[in-house]
Protein backbone atom coordinates (compact mmCIF):
# COMPACT_ATOMS: atom_id res chain seq x y z
CA UNK A 1 0.00 0.00 0.00
CA UNK A 2 3.03 2.58 0.92
CA UNK A 3 4.06 1.91 -2.74
CA UNK A 4 1.34 1.64 -4.58
CA UNK A 5 -0.16 4.74 -3.32
CA UNK A 6 3.14 7.78 -4.10
CA UNK A 7 2.87 5.61 -8.15
CA UNK A 8 -0.74 6.70 -7.95
CA UNK A 9 -0.46 10.17 -7.01
CA UNK A 10 2.68 10.14 -9.75
CA UNK A 11 0.08 9.05 -12.85
CA UNK A 12 -2.30 11.25 -11.47
CA UNK A 13 0.10 14.78 -11.42
CA UNK A 14 1.66 13.41 -15.35
CA UNK A 15 -2.46 12.86 -16.70
CA UNK A 16 -3.01 16.25 -15.30
CA UNK A 17 -0.04 18.08 -16.73
CA UNK A 18 -0.44 16.36 -20.16
CA UNK A 19 -4.31 16.37 -20.61
CA UNK A 20 -3.77 20.06 -22.74
CA UNK A 21 -1.48 18.94 -25.54
CA UNK A 22 -1.97 22.15 -27.39
CA UNK A 23 -1.87 25.92 -26.52
CA UNK A 24 -5.20 27.96 -26.38
CA UNK A 25 -6.37 29.80 -29.00
CA UNK A 26 -8.51 32.54 -29.56
CA UNK A 27 -11.73 31.33 -30.25
CA UNK A 28 -11.38 28.24 -27.65
CA UNK A 29 -14.70 27.90 -24.84
CA UNK A 30 -12.46 28.83 -21.64
CA UNK A 31 -14.06 28.70 -17.96
CA UNK A 32 -12.20 31.07 -15.54
CA UNK A 33 -12.77 30.84 -12.18
CA UNK A 34 -12.12 34.11 -9.82
CA UNK A 35 -12.26 34.50 -6.19
CA UNK A 36 -15.06 31.76 -6.35
CA UNK A 37 -16.91 32.90 -9.33
CA UNK A 38 -17.15 30.96 -12.10
CA UNK A 39 -16.81 32.64 -15.88
CA UNK A 40 -17.28 31.26 -18.81
CA UNK A 41 -17.36 32.56 -22.73
CA UNK A 42 -15.01 32.29 -25.65
CA UNK A 43 -11.05 33.24 -25.57
CA UNK A 44 -10.65 36.44 -27.30
CA UNK A 45 -7.40 37.45 -26.31
CA UNK A 46 -4.68 35.65 -23.50
CA UNK A 47 -1.18 37.51 -22.85
CA UNK A 48 0.75 37.49 -19.12
CA UNK A 49 -0.73 40.65 -18.68
CA UNK A 50 -4.52 40.21 -19.42
CA UNK A 51 -7.18 37.38 -20.21
CA UNK A 52 -10.15 38.74 -22.91
CA UNK A 53 -13.19 36.67 -23.23
CA UNK A 54 -16.35 37.41 -24.95
CA UNK A 55 -20.08 36.27 -23.73
CA UNK A 56 -23.42 35.83 -24.68
CA UNK A 57 -22.47 35.80 -28.87
CA UNK A 58 -19.50 38.79 -28.68
CA UNK A 59 -22.10 41.41 -27.03
CA UNK A 60 -20.09 41.85 -24.17
CA UNK A 61 -16.33 41.23 -23.27
CA UNK A 62 -14.64 40.73 -20.06
CA UNK A 63 -11.45 41.57 -19.10
CA UNK A 64 -9.33 39.28 -15.84
CA UNK A 65 -5.63 39.98 -14.82
CA UNK A 66 -3.97 36.32 -14.93
CA UNK A 67 -2.75 36.68 -11.07
CA UNK A 68 -6.18 36.55 -9.92
CA UNK A 69 -6.96 33.84 -11.98
CA UNK A 70 -7.31 30.75 -9.79
CA UNK A 71 -8.45 28.42 -12.61
CA UNK A 72 -8.91 28.26 -16.69
CA UNK A 73 -10.10 25.69 -18.05
CA UNK A 74 -10.71 24.42 -21.94
CA UNK A 75 -14.39 23.41 -23.00
CA UNK A 76 -14.07 20.83 -25.50
CA UNK A 77 -17.70 19.66 -27.14
CA UNK A 78 -19.32 16.14 -25.98
CA UNK A 79 -20.75 14.08 -28.48
CA UNK A 80 -24.11 14.80 -29.42
CA UNK A 81 -24.66 10.69 -29.88
CA UNK A 82 -23.91 10.71 -25.98
CA UNK A 83 -27.31 12.20 -25.09
CA UNK A 84 -28.79 10.05 -28.00
CA UNK A 85 -27.51 7.07 -26.43
CA UNK A 86 -28.36 7.44 -22.59
CA UNK A 87 -31.84 8.55 -23.95
CA UNK A 88 -32.39 5.46 -26.10
CA UNK A 89 -31.38 3.00 -22.51
CA UNK A 90 -33.53 4.97 -20.62
CA UNK A 91 -36.13 4.84 -22.82
CA UNK A 92 -35.70 0.87 -23.00
CA UNK A 93 -35.03 0.38 -19.51
CA UNK A 94 -39.13 2.10 -19.00
CA UNK A 95 -40.59 -0.06 -22.02
CA UNK A 96 -38.73 -2.95 -20.17
CA UNK A 97 -40.49 -2.14 -16.93
CA UNK A 98 -43.77 -1.26 -18.49
CA UNK A 99 -43.91 -5.19 -19.97
CA UNK A 100 -42.53 -6.82 -16.91
CA UNK A 101 -45.74 -5.06 -15.33
CA UNK A 102 -48.05 -6.13 -17.70
CA UNK A 103 -46.66 -9.57 -17.22
CA UNK A 104 -46.98 -9.83 -13.99
CA UNK A 105 -50.46 -10.24 -14.00
CA UNK A 106 -50.57 -12.76 -17.08
CA UNK A 107 -51.88 -15.90 -15.36
CA UNK A 108 -53.05 -17.79 -18.53
CA UNK A 109 -51.12 -16.21 -21.46
CA UNK A 110 -48.69 -16.87 -23.55
CA UNK A 111 -44.95 -15.90 -22.30
CA UNK A 112 -43.22 -15.53 -25.55
CA UNK A 113 -46.23 -13.66 -27.31
CA UNK A 114 -46.69 -11.01 -24.39
CA UNK A 115 -42.88 -10.67 -24.35
CA UNK A 116 -42.55 -10.31 -27.86
CA UNK A 117 -45.12 -7.80 -28.09
CA UNK A 118 -44.40 -5.80 -25.21
CA UNK A 119 -40.65 -5.22 -26.86
CA UNK A 120 -43.06 -4.36 -30.00
CA UNK A 121 -45.02 -2.28 -28.33
CA UNK A 122 -43.35 -0.81 -25.20
CA UNK A 123 -39.43 -1.42 -25.63
CA UNK A 124 -38.86 0.43 -29.66
CA UNK A 125 -40.74 3.26 -28.89
CA UNK A 126 -39.64 4.27 -25.86
CA UNK A 127 -36.63 3.88 -26.78
CA UNK A 128 -36.57 5.76 -29.49
CA UNK A 129 -38.80 8.52 -28.16
CA UNK A 130 -35.96 8.53 -25.53
CA UNK A 131 -33.30 9.05 -28.13
CA UNK A 132 -34.75 11.54 -29.72
CA UNK A 133 -35.33 13.39 -26.60
CA UNK A 134 -31.40 12.52 -25.95
CA UNK A 135 -30.88 14.58 -29.40
CA UNK A 136 -33.02 17.61 -28.31
CA UNK A 137 -30.96 18.15 -25.09
CA UNK A 138 -27.75 20.36 -25.22
CA UNK A 139 -24.61 18.72 -25.52
CA UNK A 140 -22.33 20.71 -22.80
CA UNK A 141 -18.85 20.68 -22.53
CA UNK A 142 -16.07 18.59 -20.97
CA UNK A 143 -14.00 21.02 -18.82
CA UNK A 144 -9.86 20.67 -18.34
CA UNK A 145 -7.95 22.46 -16.44
CA UNK A 146 -5.11 24.34 -18.32
CA UNK A 147 -1.76 23.28 -16.13
CA UNK A 148 -0.01 26.76 -17.12
CA UNK A 149 -2.67 28.75 -14.84
CA UNK A 150 -2.64 25.74 -12.28
CA UNK A 151 -0.72 27.22 -9.50
CA UNK A 152 -0.14 25.87 -5.72
CA UNK A 153 -1.25 27.09 -2.71
CA UNK A 154 0.45 27.14 0.45
CA UNK A 155 -1.23 27.29 4.03
CA UNK A 156 1.25 26.91 7.35
CA UNK A 157 -1.97 25.09 9.65
CA UNK A 158 -1.27 24.51 13.49
CA UNK A 159 -1.54 20.93 14.81
CA UNK A 160 -2.61 19.71 17.95
CA UNK A 161 0.95 18.92 18.76
CA UNK A 162 2.02 22.56 19.39
CA UNK A 163 3.43 22.35 15.51
CA UNK A 164 2.76 23.31 12.08
CA UNK A 165 1.84 21.75 8.90
CA UNK A 166 2.51 22.70 5.53
CA UNK A 167 -0.68 22.42 2.99
CA UNK A 168 0.06 22.42 -0.84
CA UNK A 169 -3.16 22.66 -2.97
CA UNK A 170 -3.74 22.95 -6.51
Not at 14 to 32: C, I, K, S, W
Not at 36 to 50: A, I, N, Q, T, Y
Not at 110 to 130: D, K, N
Request: charged share 15%; with cysteine.
Amino acid sequence: MRVILPLLLVLICQETTTQLARPLTPGDVVRVSVGGKKVSGVLEHLSPSRLIISRRGGRSTLQFDPNTISRLELGTPRSPWRNVGIGMAVGAAAGVATTLYIVRDCVDCMGGLVIYGGATYFVLPLALAGGLIGALLPDGHRWRIVPALARPRTQLLPTKAAGLALRVTF
